[in-house]
């Protein structure tokens, strides 16, 4: 019998940068009255509350969740109703200059640099470092037009494995590269979850936008999890369902 169900959030939970909406927050807090879940992403601390905790209804049922900000380089979780971090696998400061040098020159070397930018296109989240293409305040209407096949930043993240392959980079989101310390991502935040929660890879299920190689869903997969892409958060939703629906028959809801 699954014990866990891990979310990817933007693309899966939620459109890039928006917050979830009421059917899915209330899918969400339904499905934490039956089983523990967890979620992972690129986005920071700060993109949580914003995205995922401002439209969750307030309650008992948050105590069976867990966040993973920064592709699980940070863990997050509820600690006598107050939101605690366990852990932060932040970068020296030297470090963050040679992963910002070999962005800047990858950026230059693909000539993919956007003529309109929103906001900060490199961005520091301590124990990750990530370039929004197009800034991280674009519309996304635009995010969405930039590079739906991934082929651009394939490219780039290409030429980021040989200048710094002492550190992990992967694709997430609509116009982002993600790049954490060696053997960070978020298959080390799985590893975390199945040390703290004590519930075995193979009682997890998986749901993310991201599952193909490079994508930074993928390591999850390549971990064991049992793992289903989705192409938007309205699949998101049906599955939900359907997992409320099947645990309906099973448990009596704690919530």
Not at 19 to 40: C, H, N, P, R
Not at 225 to 241: A, F, N, W
Request: proline share 4%; hydrophobic share 35%; aromatic share 8%.
């Amino acid at each position: 019998m699954k014990q866990l169900i891990v979310f990817d959030l933007d693309g899966t939970l939620a459109e890039s940068k928006s917050q979830v909406d009421t059917e899915m927050s209330g899918l969400l807090y339904k499905l934490l009255g039956f089983i523990k879940v967890a979620v992972i992403s690129g986005g920071d601390w700060p993109q949580f509350e914003k995205q995922l905790l401002s439209n969750l209804p307030q309650g008992e049922g948050l105590e069976n969740l867990f966040l993973l900000p920064t592709c699980g380089t940070k863990f997050y979780k509820l600690i006598c109703g107050k939101w605690e971090k366990i852990y932060s696998e932040d970068f020296t400061e030297l470090e963050k200059k040679r992963i910002n040098d070999a962005l800047t020159k990858a950026i230059a070397e693909t000539g993919f640099k956007a003529e309109n930018t929103w906001g900060k296109l490199i961005e520091d989240r301590g124990s990750q470092i990530t370039y929004s293409a197009l800034g991280q305040e674009a519309p996304l209407t635009e995010k969405k037009k930039w590079d739906p096949d991934f082929l651009k930043r394939e490219k780039i993240k290409k030429i980021l494995d040989i200048s710094i392959p002492e550190f992990s980079i992967h694709l997430g989101g609509t116009t982002s590269v993600d790049i954490t310390k060696p053997g960070i991502d978020k298959a080390y935040g799985i590893m975390k979850l199945q040390d703290t929660l004590e519930i075995p890879i193979h009682n997890m299920v998986f749901i993310g936008d991201a599952l193909f190689p490079g994508g930074n869903d993928y390591p999850v997969k390549e971990a064991g999890v049992l793992s289903i892409q989705v192409r938007d958060s309205h699949e998101t939703k049906r599955i939900i369902e359907g997992m409320i629906a099947c645990l309906d028959e099973v448990y009596e809801p704690s919530i």
